[in-house]
């Protein structure tokens, strides 16, 4: 497993330094969740401005701290969530860790990037505040025993097994990797070819640059080697380009990836490419129908992957302050951390300590659209 460099550890030691200057979450002086008031905060950390144009992410969190007010709160008190938007930007994440840690925000559900998770983790868990990512896949996450760190959403091993089992029953046998050129992308890809070397299934070729240019050599190349898929392992953003490109110049390949392709402006930003999607995800016929059914009548459509996830992690928060009694960060946590069959949406869940996730990840490949 790398270990973090040494530009990361001095942001994590300026962060550290602000926050000492501040209010960590179970000391006093913070503007929330003290035991005196009758309201509990909860943070909310997301590219908003991006997510919320192709995702239903804040609408499955919306739903959730609705249902459980509309049901008398969390013991006895009524639930609230300060959201905040990282843009998806190391540094502005990091003032937002801050400012919820100098406000005594007892838990973050946030933030969604193995890029942003993998630089805040350690502040979290320094200032002692639950943070639950329900977006981050990455393998390179949790590399140390965490206590107050927690996952919602499976690893990207998870997925790279459910797209190499996929592959292997359907006969593809010889693809090509697309990654972007980040922590995200490189982990995914080399999990990618752990799983799929098991199954004896050849990458013949990874690249992080299509362009206009060179869309033409890529193809040729891959015809010469035999190229029958193409595993994408980039975020929705870096990947619509590259898709168009490739189908354009061989509309016969299939596009593997995983949740990031459950995003509602994806389709229409692919147009005709769009056909050629498979995910890997949760099977939707395991999702509860309250809940599917709550969401319809909320908003006029069925959730995605995001509005799930974001909904349970609420629940998850809701639950363990529920089992303890208290807004209390280190008894949450100590709770989250021994949660066994818990019952959820997509069925009953139980921590895994090695990935510090809540396991119970069924994966599946399946055709984007019909």
């Known amino acids: 497993m790398q270990k973090k460099n040494i530009a990361f550890f001095l942001l994590v030691i300026f962060a550290l330094s602000a926050a000492a200057c501040g209010n960590s979450t179970n000391k006093s002086g913070g503007i929330y969740n003290s035991p005196q008031s009758d309201e509990i905060h909860i943070g909310i950390a997301y590219p908003a401005e991006l997510r919320d144009k192709d995702t239903y992410f804040i609408k499955g969190v919306e739903l959730a701290v609705n249902s459980i007010n509309a049901k008398g709160g969390v013991i006895g008190k009524t639930l609230h969530t300060v959201i905040k938007d990282d843009h998806n930007d190391t540094h502005i994440a990091m003032q937002i860790a801050n400012t919820f840690i100098e406000q005594g925000i007892t838990a973050v559900i946030g933030h969604w990037s193995t890029n942003i998770c993998y630089f805040l983790e350690d502040i979290y868990e320094a200032n002692n505040v639950v943070m639950i990512t329900p977006a981050a896949t990455g393998s390179i996450l949790f590399e140390y025993d965490y206590q107050y760190i927690f996952r919602m959403i499976a690893n990207v091993r998870i997925f790279a097994e459910a797209i190499a089992g996929y592959m292997s029953k359907t006969g593809l046998r010889r693809t090509a990797i697309f990654y972007s050129d980040d922590e995200y992308g490189a982990d995914f890809s080399a999990v990618l070819e752990d799983e799929l070397s098991k199954r004896n299934i050849t990458v013949i070729d990874r690249v992080t640059n299509i362009t206009q240019i060179n869309i033409s050599f890529i193809i040729d190349r891959w015809r010469a080697f035999g190229c029958d898929s193409v595993i994408i392992a980039a975020a929705s953003q870096d990947m619509i380009e590259p898709i168009q490109l490739i189908y354009e110049a061989n ?63 609420v629940y998850m928060l809701k639950d363990a302050m529920e089992a303890v009694g208290s807004t209390d960060s280190t008894l949450i946590a100590g709770y989250l951390s021994s949660i066994e069959n818990h019952d ?27």
């Open 251 to 313: 509309g016969n390949l299939p596009f593997l990836g995983a949740d990031d392709f459950d995003r509602t402006t994806l389709a229409d930003s692919l147009g005709s490419s769009a056909n050629a999607l498979y995910m890997a995800s949760k099977p939707f016929e395991r999702l509860d129908s309250v809940f599917l059914s709550a969401f319809r009548a909320a908003y006029g459509h069925d959730p995605n992957i995001q509005a799930i996830t974001g909904y349970m992690s």
């Open 344 to 370: 959820t949406i997509l069925g009953p869940m139980t921590y895994n300590s090695d990935t510090q996730e809540f396991d119970g990840h069924v994966v599946a490949v399946r055709k984007l659209s019909p």
